[in-house]
């Protein structure tokens, strides 16, 4: 092995970086070096009257205790080993009760911090003064040592004091450099989460995860429909410029306006990706989309060319916000496919049930996939000859999750040389959206 391999733990920065970590340990493990001082003068005292000393030690005992076991000493010395240790270590659940396993385990750690702390403060304070009065000598420096001071023939030698002095400072620099790494090997052990924790973890990250979904469905959903729409109207406006101008500025019109509704969900759902408070999404304020302008939706879908014949039974207006939102959401990817897909009118019916304070979701489960209870979406279109096979892509997937998320069913697929969309979403009463 090279010298460059064997005094490479001594010069390396993380074994520094350990050393710092272990002095505080040091540093934080003088106050109990102090109390157990002055109770060892105390007990050797006979004239100290025993039970009031052994009750002083008994109340300096728990009070030294307690900040072992705290949450908050558990987070410090988190925070100290992965900007020391440079150990990957995840934050403490917010909010979240550490159990008493968790507790035990940090308690050891901090317990050992504080011990081999005070071993390398110690050493660093003896040894490292020792090696240096050794060195002094053989460079012509006086140390003011002899013989008396029990220092031994090594001092008058000056290649014996010399070898002395490095054999201290590397063997301190090894014993840091050892300490240090065994620190780090046993910080994920003694201060890793604990299964609470991580499935603490895993539930925020699930959350984030879905909602995260959620605004790339509103996404494809609002700003797909609008391409799609102005993407026809633009078509015919150019076919129907020298024919029909009135026409081809309705479209122009249609273009803005669709562009513009476009705009406004963009920069809403960029909104809400952008603003998070301590990593979670905040709630949005901003109105969105619901049954109640479906009349606008299906005029602008008119308007691009594509012939809708809709149908709609019962009062949009009495419907709980949320399941209105995903259902009208449910229309417009249906309509926004039926136009880049499929061809021929299409046939749009909306089944609103007539008691909107309709049983809860658990009752719905069980319940007839169309029923009174259930708002029904239907949507059939014919096919292009490219088309035939099952359509399948984002917008389906996020319909399905958009269902499922509900609660509800959803079926997609060709019936009889036509593509037919039948969405079932349940109205919980009580649901205010």
């Given at each position: 092995m090279s010298l460059r391999g064997v005094l490479g733990p001594l010069v390396r920065g993380s074994t520094w970086r350990r050393a710092v970590f272990l002095l505080l340990g040091g540093v934080l493990a003088l106050p109990y070096a102090l109390l157990a001082a002055v109770f060892a003068q105390m007990l050797a005292n006979d004239d100290a009257p025993r039970p009031v000393v052994f009750g002083l030690l008994l109340?300096?005992?728990?009070?030294?205790?307690?900040?072992?076991?705290?949450?908050?000493?558990?987070?410090?010395?988190?925070?100290?080993?992965?900007?020391?240790?440079?150990?990957?270590?995840?934050?403490?659940?917010?909010?979240?009760?550490?159990?008493?396993e968790t507790r035990v385990?940090?308690?050891?750690?901090?317990?050992?911090?504080?011990?081999?702390?005070?071993?390398?403060?110690?050493?660093?304070?003896?040894?490292?003064?020792?090696?240096?009065?050794?060195?002094?000598?053989?460079?012509?420096?006086?140390?003011?040592?002899?013989?008396?001071?029990?220092f031994g023939p090594l001092i008058a030698n000056p290649v014996g004091a010399t070898l002395t002095g490095v054999v201290l400072l590397v063997g301190l620099g090894y014993a840091v450099a050892g300490l240090g790494a065994l620190a780090a090997s046993m910080a994920p052990v003694l201060l890793g989460p604990?299964?609470?924790?991580?499935?603490a973890a895993l539930e925020a990250r699930a959350a984030r995860l879905a909602e995260r979904n959620r605004l790339a469905r509103e996404l494809h959903d609002s700003v797909g429909h609008a391409l799609t729409v102005a993407t026809l109207q633009a078509g015919a406006a150019r076919e129907l410029l020298d024919v029909d101008p009135e026409f081809t500025r309705r479209a122009?019109?249609?273009?803005?306006?669709?562009?513009?509704?476009?705009?406004?969900?963009?920069d809403h759902v960029l909104g809400l990706l952008r603003e998070s408070d301590g990593g979670r999404t905040r709630a949005s304020t901003a109105p969105q989309p619901t049954l109640?302008?479906?009349?606008?939706?299906?005029?602008?879908t008119r308007a691009a060319g594509l012939a809708v014949e809709s149908r709609v039974s019962g009062a949009v207006g009495a419907l709980p916000a949320s399941v209105s939102r995903?259902?009208?959401?449910?229309?417009?990817?249906?309509?926004?496919n039926a136009a880049?897909?499929?061809?021929?009118?299409?046939?749009?019916?909306?089944?609103?049930?007539?008691?909107?304070?309709?049983?809860?979701?658990?009752?719905?489960?069980?319940?007839?996939?169309?029923?009174?209870?259930?708002?029904?979406?239907?949507?059939?279109?014919?096919?292009?000859?490219?088309?035939?096979?099952?359509?399948?892509?984002?917008?389906?997937?996020?319909?399905?999750?958009?269902?499922?998320?509900?609660?509800?069913?959803?079926?997609?697929?060709?019936?009889?040389?036509?593509?037919?969309?039948?969405?079932?979403?349940?109205?919980?009463?009580?649901?205010?959206?």
């Open positions: 109340v300096a005992v728990l009070l030294a205790a307690v900040p072992v076991f705290l949450a908050g000493s558990r987070a410090l010395e988190i925070a100290a080993a992965r900007a020391l240790l440079a150990v990957d270590l995840p934050e403490p659940a917010a909010g979240h009760r550490i159990d008493r385990r940090a308690a050891l750690w901090i317990a050992l911090h504080l011990f081999t702390g005070g071993l390398v403060l110690f050493a660093a304070i003896s040894a490292l003064p020792m090696a240096l009065v050794f060195l002094a000598g053989p460079i012509g420096l006086d140390p003011g040592v002899s013989r008396a001071n029990g604990s299964q609470g924790e991580r499935i122009l019109l249609a273009i803005e306006e669709t562009s513009r509704h476009a705009m406004d969900d963009l109640a302008r479906l009349d606008r939706l299906v005029a602008d995903e259902g009208y959401r449910i229309v417009q990817e249906g309509l926004t880049r897909h499929g061809r021929g009118p299409v046939t749009l019916r909306v089944d609103v049930p007539q008691d909107a304070a309709a049983p809860g979701r658990g009752a719905a489960s069980d319940a007839p996939a169309w029923t009174s209870r259930w708002l029904e979406i239907e949507l059939v279109n014919g096919l292009r000859g490219a088309a035939r096979a099952e359509r399948g892509g984002r917008g389906l997937a996020g319909m399905r999750e958009r269902v499922l998320l509900l609660g509800g069913r959803l079926t997609a697929g060709p019936e009889d040389d036509r593509w037919r969309v039948r969405a079932s979403l349940p109205v919980p009463r009580g649901d205010d959206g």
